[in-house]
């Protein structure tokens, strides 16, 4: 079975920094999408960004970016020039296309982010 | 433009009773999942669903009964609720021929006591 880890249960940044999110997983299969969610205080899940496995260019979404590395089965999230509104949790999260969905999303248990003012 | 729509956002049960969580998209989405949501554990797939009529445990199904009553429409049934299934649970749909991403519902937060 997949799986995904984030290392980082908890980062405090001042606004304005740049700060990079963890993420590692673990899978057989080659053919894979993963994402990144945001989930404030409101609760909602909220989609920042997802990388096709297949793609070599990594992911980019204005201030929002990834580090896509296949190999060694990791995709980290650089958020520059960070926001009191980006405080949230953040979730890394796998989806296989093998799997016809039947998986669903496998998520790691998340980094809760802190912005600072 | 409605999306996932979750029905109730909150509720408080004892343990024993039962309910349904209701689930509606408006996407024309064949798959729709329930997930719940415990502190320090991400979020992990309960039941799916690939399409009307077909449903599929996913990695936590037990104590949960599930409905896809038709393409729209996904509903969570608790029969005995037990405090262990206290939890945020949130319905996501997508579309699995050409996946781009899930969609989720707000959220329940159930308690039962």
């Known amino acids: 079975a997949q799986t995904v880890t984030q290392s980082q249960p908890e980062m405090s940044v001042q606004e304005a920094e740049t700060v990079t999110l963890s993420c590692t997983y673990d899978t057989s299969e080659n053919n894979y999408y993963l994402f990144w969610y945001k989930q404030p205080p409101s609760r909602q899940m909220i989609l920042v960004i997802r990388?096709?496995?297949?793609?070599?260019q990594n992911a980019t979404e204005n201030r929002f970016s990834v580090n896509f590395q296949k190999a060694a089965k990791s995709f980290s999230l650089k958020i520059s020039d960070s926001q009191l509104g980006d405080t949230a949790m953040y979730f890394c999260a796998l989806y296989l296309r093998s799997g016809g969905g039947a998986d669903g999303l496998t998520f790691g248990k998340g980094t809760h982010l802190i912005i600072q003012p | 433009n409605a999306g996932v729509t979750q029905t109730p956002k909150f509720q408080v049960l004892k343990t024993g009773q039962s309910m349904t969580l209701q689930c509606a998209q408006d996407?024309?989405?064949?798959?729709m999942y329930w997930y719940r949501q415990d502190p320090g554990m991400g979020l992990r797939l309960i039941y799916y669903?690939?399409?009307?009529?077909?449903?599929d445990k996913g990695e936590v199904p037990n104590g949960y009964n599930v409905s896809r009553l038709n393409k729209r429409e996904f509903s969570l049934r608790l029969e005995s609720a037990a405090p262990s299934q206290t939890s945020v649970y949130f319905c996501?749909?997508?579309?699995?021929?050409?996946?781009?991403?899930?969609?989720f519902g707000q959220g329940t937060r159930l308690t039962v006591v």
């Open positions: 990388q096709e496995a297949y793609k070599q």
């Open positions: 669903s690939a399409s009307e009529g077909t449903t």
């Open positions: 996501a749909s997508s579309e699995d021929r050409v996946y781009t991403e899930a969609f």
């Open positions: 996407m024309n989405h064949n798959s």
